[in-house]
């Protein structure tokens, strides 16, 4: 790359400021507008965080007296922001739409947002989105959904679970981070104009933060390019997730309702055996994560694999090898 394009060289290393005041930048805003224009949406606020993105965005929006429902699996983070900005927070059993349209009925007449995932982060699955944004529309809900396991994985052109399911144009709020398929770190908002416009005056995690580092910017800028100039990363992600999870029920083993690259080995109550489990297959080279309470429920303690596009056919084969021994058959 040229001197006179690397990001670094113009900019700095850092932004040195909050975004509202000296922090952004021209790399910043172009960003922002490719982003926004990857997910069709009218305009982009970026957090330094995908936690910050979040709880800024939900935090933001809702209101003492306002209603937030949100799917009893969602992230930690929607949560808090549900948490900090006063509304009354509901929770349905997951992907339960009977259950689902109890809270609304409960929020009916109350300005209202309903939250999901695009792919949950413990369990690997989707939500029921067609039928949910159904019931949003019934009862005039605003719809959020959270991306961050989902962009670039889903969809044709990589734009997650809300393209998988042609209902984009239904989705008022998505939000995504750039810590996961982007490779870097950060995250953000997508949605109307005058949305994002309000959430600069009310979004405390981006009115408060130093904004994202330029050279950062400038990488994920690129990592936006390649992954979405062709299918192939996102064909190469596919392969491997149907050869893993074919090798890993070939072993009987509890992939839970998985339908994405996050793929659970669901071990059950005993922490020991878990973490006896990790340690075992760590000293054969191997490290899967292991997920334990309160992290998950207790009765369904387990490892979470996140397929990679770049791994080999060697590498899962040896991995098969690993669990069988380890987990299958028990050998320490």
């Known amino acids: 790359m040229p001197?006179?394009?690397?990001p670094w060289i113009k900019y700095g290393l850092g932004s040195s400021g909050a975004p509202l005041l000296s922090g952004t930048?021209?790399?910043h805003t172009e960003f922002a507008r490719r982003l926004a224009e990857f997910k069709q949406k009218e305009d982009c606020l970026l957090y330094s965080s995908g936690l910050g993105a979040n709880v800024g965005a939900i935090q933001g929006i809702?209101?003492?007296?306002?209603?937030?429902?949100?799917?009893?699996k969602c992230h930690k983070s929607l949560i808090d922001g549900g948490e900090l900005s006063g509304a009354k927070l509901l929770f349905f059993a997951h992907n339960d739409?009977?259950?689902?349209?109890?809270?609304?009925?409960?929020?009916?007449?109350?300005?209202?947002?309903?939250?999901?995932e695009g792919v949950y982060s413990?369990?690997?699955d989707l939500p029921?989105?067609?039928e949910i944004l159904e019931l949003c529309e019934i009862y005039k809900a605003g719809s959020y959904i959270d991306?961050?396991?989902?962009?670039?994985v889903f969809g044709e052109n990589g734009r997650g679970v809300a393209e998988h399911f042609d209902v984009e144009d239904r989705i008022g709020i998505s939000f995504g981070t750039l810590s996961k398929s982007f490779g870097g770190v950060g995250g953000f908002v997508c949605a109307k104009r005058r949305l994002i416009r309000y959430l600069k005056g009310y979004s405390s995690p981006w009115n408060f933060s130093c904004a994202l580092s330029p050279a950062l910017i400038g990488g994920l800028m690129k990592a936006l390019e390649v992954a979405t100039r062709d299918s192939s990363l996102k064909n190469a992600l596919w392969a491997n997730v149907n050869y893993m999870k074919k090798g890993l029920e070939g072993m009987g083993l509890n992939l839970g309702g998985s339908e994405s690259q996050v793929i659970p080995i669901i071990i059950g109550h005993s922490g020991e055996k878990l973490m006896s489990y990790a340690e075992s297959m760590q000293k054969r080279g191997l490290f899967l994560q292991p997920v334990d309470f309160p992290a998950v429920p207790a009765h369904a303690r387990r490892f979470r694999i996140s397929v990679s596009s770049q791994l080999k056919r060697r590498e899962m084969d040896e991995t098969f090898s690993i669990i069988e021994d380890v987990i299958v058959k028990g050998v320490k």
Request: net charge negative; proline share 2%; glycine share 6%.
């Open 3 to 6: 001197l006179q394009r690397m």
């Open 25 to 27: 930048f021209d790399i």
């Open 62 to 72: 809702m209101r003492k007296g306002d209603y937030l429902i949100l799917d009893e």
């Open 97 to 116: 739409m009977e259950n689902l349209e109890m809270m609304l009925e409960k929020a009916k007449g109350s300005r209202t947002l309903v939250v999901v």
């Open 122 to 124: 413990m369990d690997g």
């Open 128 to 130: 029921k989105l067609p």
């Open 147 to 152: 991306e961050a396991h989902s962009t670039l």
